[in-house]
């Protein structure tokens, strides 16, 4: 079996631990596309990376546990049972996920042809910012006045 290049780049730094995982590296890296895009066209882009319902990483991670469950089950053992059951579950668990935003690329191009300026300048100002943040505060909160919606369910 062949490593695919765009998981080889050479970018390790053996003093960062994080690098040592390729795909986790090249999430980060359309994590930082998608803080950076200027336009909806582009976050589009990021988004259908991660939500194509072919191609996209969750349908790859959803095969993946897929493949996992079958590994443990094939131990035919009790805990190799329990340990599939858990990774049929997280595999069914990521396709429902998909599912529930299968049309939210779509939705974010069509919410203009570009960020609003400051929307813009906070993205330019944290990425010229010293180190990120830990993981716990990555994810902004929501604004106030933005009552989430309800998961939809198919």
Not at 17 to 24: G, I, K, S, V
Not at 30 to 35: G, K, R, S
Not at 53 to 79: W, Y
Not at 87 to 99: G, K
Request: with cysteine; glycine share 4%.
């Amino acid at each position: 079996m062949t490593l695919d290049p765009a998981l080889r780049h050479g970018r390790l730094k053996p003093d960062d631990p994080q690098d040592n995982y390729a795909a986790a590296r090249l999430i980060r890296d359309l994590t930082d596309q998608m803080n950076g895009a200027d336009n909806y066209l582009r976050a589009k882009h990021d988004a259908d990376q991660i939500l194509h319902p072919d191609l996209g990483v969750l349908t790859r991670l959803s095969e993946f546990f897929e493949a996992a469950a079958e590994q443990a089950q094939a131990s035919e053992s009790d805990a190799g049972w329990e340990l599939h059951y858990r990774f049929a579950d997280a595999a069914s668990t990521l396709t429902d996920l998909r599912d529930d935003l299968d049309d939210a690329p779509e939705e974010l191009r069509g919410l203009g042809p570009s960020k609003p300026s400051h929307i813009r300048e906070a993205t330019t100002q944290k990425q010229s910012a010293s180190p990120a943040p830990p993981a716990a505060s990555a994810r902004p909160a929501s604004p106030p006045h933005c009552a989430r919606p309800p998961r939809r369910r198919r």
